[in-house]
């Protein structure tokens, strides 16, 4: 384990890392599920912090794995083993997830006694890696030693405050604070040496294998509305515009996610790779939530819900203001460039988002302001692929140079 040539060309996600990825589609739609569950109960505030704090937590087991695989990745034996262990605590963690939900609904203290028993089992596996890495590339042992001391003291303190009784805003509280020592501790340990050989390119792929792993909560989700739209009138116009704007919702995010060429820029500016790994958290989890608000709407078109339409597209559109917002904001982070059109196309898609919030509020169809939000990412879309590429192409050469 003397890490891998980090520039290597067309280096490509391995099996064992598509598989290892199935386990976090589980985690996505379990979390996606209970904060729908929680909207259509009356219980956003809940739903959306339980969200918030299960989206870092998945987001951040998957990191801890596919940054380690992208300059470490050996794939003999124990390597795969390991990555074995490291799938059940997954697995573990998620099957925590409705018992966490379910305590923020209830209120009193956080349940998360499970979702730190399947992290537990995940960095015992993540720390024999970081040891295995000390032992054999010993040009980087002090950054391997430190993620080992950093990672065990973070589960440590993971483990008291799951044992510690304390309200939820003490719990969030400390949360918060152990969330940014978390994501300190790859800071300081790069430091310790030359730092560990990641590839760019392998990373920004990664990245955008599980950006269409959120995205699948999309589809889910469409399907759940179109049934229950199906199952109440049967096939009619409405549950064609439900379909058309689900799955033109979801298209239009992924058209949209890979316009800027991320990998050829870390390659250029590795320094740039820690602020962009933490966004994309925030983009992976605004994905996510897209497809929980297509569940509430499914909810509302069946008339389980305890809000109306106006919820229902708030919980889709909101999101999509996120991730529109956010993804602008790493795209210039990345370039270091800001561009008079693209802002005005990422402002003209955010208007139509709260205009559909508009429509719904003033009693129009559900179905139409679904089209309406499909709308938005189109805009971008749209004006990128005619007037935008030029200009984007122009900004990455100048960001290369």
């Given at each position: 384990?003397?890490?891998?040539?980090?520039?290597?060309?067309?280096r490509?996600?391995?099996?064992?890392?598509?598989?290892?990825?199935?386990?976090?589609?589980?985690?996505?739609?379990?979390?996606?599920?209970?904060?729908?569950?929680?909207?259509v109960?009356?219980?956003?505030?809940?739903?959306?912090?339980?969200?918030?704090?299960?989206?870092?937590?998945?987001?951040?087991?998957?990191?801890?794995?596919?940054?380690?695989?992208?300059?470490?990745?050996?794939?003999?034996?124990?390597?795969?083993?390991?990555?074995?262990?490291?799938?059940?605590?997954?697995?573990?963690?998620?099957?925590?997830?409705p018992?966490?939900?379910?305590s923020?609904?209830?209120?009193?203290?956080?349940?998360?006694?499970?979702?730190?028993?399947?992290?537990?089992?995940?960095?015992?596996?993540?720390?024999?890696?970081?040891?295995?890495?000390?032992?054999?590339?010993?040009?980087?042992?002090?950054?391997?030693?430190?993620?080992?001391?950093?990672?065990?003291?973070?589960?440590?303190?993971?483990?008291?405050?799951?044992?510690?009784?304390?309200?939820?805003?003490?719990?969030?509280?400390?949360?918060?604070?152990?969330?940014?020592?978390?994501?300190?501790?790859?800071?300081?340990?790069?430091?310790?040496?030359?730092?560990?050989?990641?590839?760019?390119?392998?990373?920004?792929e990664?990245?955008?294998l599980?950006?269409?792993?959120?995205?699948?909560?999309?589809?889910?989700?469409?399907?759940?509305?179109?049934?229950?739209l199906?199952?109440?009138?049967?096939?009619?116009?409405?549950?064609?515009?439900?379909?058309v704007?689900?799955?033109?919702?979801?298209?239009?995010?992924?058209?949209?996610?890979?316009?800027?060429?991320?990998?050829?820029?870390?390659?250029?500016?590795?320094?740039?790779?820690?602020?962009?790994?933490?966004?994309?958290?925030?983009?992976?989890?605004?994905?996510?939530?897209?497809?929980?608000?297509?569940?509430?709407?499914a909810?509302?078109?069946?008339?389980?819900?305890?809000?109306?339409?106006?919820?229902?597209?708030?919980?889709?559109?909101v999101?999509?203001?996120?991730?529109?917002?956010?993804?602008?904001?790493l795209?210039?982070?990345?370039?270091?460039?800001?561009?008079?059109?693209l802002?005005?196309?990422?402002?003209?898609?955010?208007?139509?988002?709260?205009?559909?919030?508009?429509?719904?509020?003033?009693?129009?169809?559900?179905?139409?302001c679904?089209?309406?939000?499909?709308?938005?990412?189109?805009?971008?879309?749209?004006?990128?692929?005619?007037?935008?590429?030029?200009r984007?192409?122009?900004?990455?050469?100048?960001?290369?140079?």
């Open positions: 384990m003397t890490g891998r040539d980090p520039g290597a060309d067309h490509a996600a391995s099996p064992l890392e598509l598989l290892f990825d199935l386990t976090f589609v589980v985690a996505f739609g379990q979390a996606a599920d209970e904060l729908a569950h929680l909207v109960d009356g219980h956003a505030a809940q739903g959306v912090l339980g969200f918030v704090f299960a989206i870092g937590a998945t987001c951040w087991a998957w990191i801890n794995f596919s940054w380690f695989a992208s300059a470490y990745d050996t794939d003999d034996w124990l390597f795969r083993i390991l990555t074995l262990v490291q799938m059940i605590g997954v697995v573990v963690f998620t099957l925590g997830l018992a966490m939900f379910g923020l609904e209830a209120g009193g203290s956080v349940d998360n006694g499970v979702l730190v028993a399947g992290y537990v089992v995940m960095r015992v596996a993540m720390i024999a890696q970081w040891l295995r890495v000390a032992v054999q590339d010993p040009d980087r042992r002090r950054t391997a030693l430190a993620y080992v001391v950093l990672v065990g003291v973070a589960q440590l303190a993971w483990i008291v405050l799951a044992v510690a009784q304390q309200s939820a805003l003490g719990f969030f509280l400390c949360a918060a604070l152990l969330f940014v020592f978390e994501a300190a501790c790859p800071v300081i340990a790069e430091r310790r040496s030359s730092g560990t050989p990641w590839n760019p390119l392998h990373i920004a990664r990245y955008g599980l950006a269409i792993i959120a995205l699948g909560e999309g589809i889910f989700g469409t399907v759940a509305a179109v049934s229950a199906v199952d109440q009138q049967g096939w009619s116009t409405d549950a064609v515009m439900v379909v704007a689900g799955v033109g919702i979801t298209f239009g995010l992924w058209w949209t996610y890979f316009l800027v060429p991320s990998g050829e820029i870390l390659a250029r500016h590795r320094e740039r790779s820690f602020v962009w790994g933490y966004g994309q958290i925030v983009v992976l989890g605004a994905i996510a939530a897209i497809g929980a608000g297509l569940h509430v709407a909810s509302v078109i069946e008339g389980h819900a305890e809000i109306g339409v106006t919820g229902a597209i708030v919980s889709v559109a999101p999509a203001v996120v991730f529109s917002v956010t993804l602008f904001a795209r210039t982070y990345l370039l270091r460039q800001v561009d008079a059109f802002t005005g196309l990422v402002a003209g898609c955010v208007a139509i988002l709260l205009g559909a919030i508009g429509l719904a509020a003033a009693g129009a169809p559900i179905g139409l679904l089209v309406v939000v499909t709308v938005a990412p189109a805009v971008v879309v749209v004006g990128y692929e005619t007037l935008g590429y030029r984007e192409a122009a900004a990455v050469e100048r960001a290369l140079t």
